[in-house]
C-alpha cells in the first residue's frame, strides 16, 4: 500500500482516447499487485497540453502515458528523455526522474524484449512496415541495441527522412545500416533471406484479420521473427500465416500488453502480472 499522503495517480493524456484500453488494462495491474494507486484517461487536445502537463506536475502525478498528439511534441516540455526517445522523437511515457519528468518509449524497449526471446538484436537485420510512431519508436530500440541493418517500407519514404538522418548522426547508432523503400504499387515487399525480424506497424489488417500484406509468407526465411502491431484483431493474416509456416510470431495483443507492463515497471519498480493485463484487454475489446 501506498505511504504517501495521498493516493498515487497516473494517467493517460491523448485525443481522442475514446476505446483506449490503457486505463481498464492498468487499473487491473494496480489491484493484482495490491497497490492503491488509480489510473485515470483524460482528453487534451493539443492545445491544452502544456497545461495539462503542468497540472500533472502540481498534482505530483506518478506516470504519464501519452496518446497522439502528444509524442512527437511532448520532448520541450521534459527535463530529459532516454537516448531511445530523444533518436526516434517519440516519447509515450513520463517518468519522475530527478526531480523533473523524463521522457521514456516503452514501444521500443517492450518490443526489444520479446524479440530477444527469439533473436538477439546484436546484429540484427530487420525489416519495417512502416514509419508512424510505432515504427520509429522500435526502430530507435533496435538501433541502440546494436541492429546491422533496419529497412523501413512505407507509402510517404520522406517520413522516415528524421529518424534516418538521427540515426546516421548519432556515434551510437552510426554504423547501423538503416534505410528506406517505397510500398509497391504492384508485386510484393522482397524480404532478404538474412532478415531475422519483419514487422507490420501499417494499419493494414486493423479491424480485419483477413486484410493481406504484399508479402509471399511462402518465401519468407526460416528463423524470422514476425510481429504486427495490430491488437484489434490480434490473430491478423500475417500472424496466421506465419505461423502455418512454423515462424515464431509476436502479436499485436502481447506488444499492448509489454509496452504497458514496462510503464508499470517504471512507475512502481514492481513487475506486473502480465496474464492478468493481457485478460483486462481482452474484456475491455471484447475479444
Known amino acids: 500500500m501506498s505511504t504517501h499522503h495521498q493516493q498515487d495517480v497516473c494517467c493517460l493524456m491523448g485525443d481522442p482516447v475514446a476505446g483506449n484500453p490503457t486505463q ?10 495490491n497497490l492503491d494507486w488509480r489510473f485515470l484517461t483524460f482528453e487534451v487536445s493539443a492545445v491544452d497540453f502544456e497545461l495539462a502537463l503542468k497540472g500533472a506536475r502540481i498534482f505530483e502525478f506518478r506516470g504519464i502515458m501519452l496518446a497522439p498528439p502528444h509524442r512527437g ?18 516519447v509515450n511515457c513520463l517518468v519522475q526522474h530527478d526531480g523533473g519528468l523524463r521522457g521514456v518509449n516503452t514501444e521500443g524497449v517492450a518490443m526489444r524484449r520479446l ?30 541495441a546494436g541492429a546491422a541493418s533496419i529497412e523501413l517500407v512505407c507509402v510517404e519514404p520522406t517520413q522516415a527522412v528524421p529518424l534516418v538522418e538521427s540515426l546516421a548522426g548519432d ?9 528506406v523503400t517505397s510500398w509497391p504499387k504492384d508485386g510484393q515487399i522482397v524480404i532478404g533471406a538474412d ?5 507490420n506497424a501499417t494499419p493494414v489488417g486493423r479491424y480485419d484479420g483477413k ?27 500475417l500472424m496466421r500465416d506465419a ?5 515464431a510470431t509476436i502479436d499485436g495483443l502481447t506488444f499492448l500488453v509489454e509496452q504497458a507492463a514496462v510503464a508499470f515497471e517504471l512507475w512502481t519498480g514492481q513487475k506486473p ?13 471484447v475479444l
Not at 511532448?74 to 530523444?86: C, G, I, N, Q
Open 24 to 33: 481498464y488494462m492498468l487499473e487491473k495491474a494496480f489491484a493484482v499487485a
Open 73 to 90: 511534441e511532448v520532448h520541450r516540455y521534459l527535463e530529459s528523455v532516454t537516448d531511445a526517445a530523444r533518436l526516434s522523437g517519440q
Open 115 to 144: 524479440a530477444e526471446a527469439h533473436v538477439p538484436a546484436k546484429g540484427l537485420k530487420a525489416v519495417i512496415l512502416g514509419a508512424g510512431r510505432t515504427a520509429k519508436s522500435i526502430a530507435g530500440e533496435l538501433a541502440l
Open 171 to 179: 556515434p551510437q547508432t552510426a554504423g547501423v545500416e538503416c534505410r
Open 195 to 199: 532478415v531475422r525480424l519483419l514487422l
Open 211 to 237: 486484410a493481406l500484406l504484399p508479402i509471399d509468407v511462402d518465401a519468407l526465411p526460416t528463423g524470422l521473427l514476425a510481429c504486427d502491431m495490430t491488437f484489434n484483431p490480434p490473430n491478423t493474416r
Open 243 to 247: 505461423r502455418k509456416h512454423g515462424l
Open 273 to 285: 502480472d502480465r496474464e492478468a493485463m493481457r485478460e483486462a484487454v481482452e474484456e475491455f475489446l
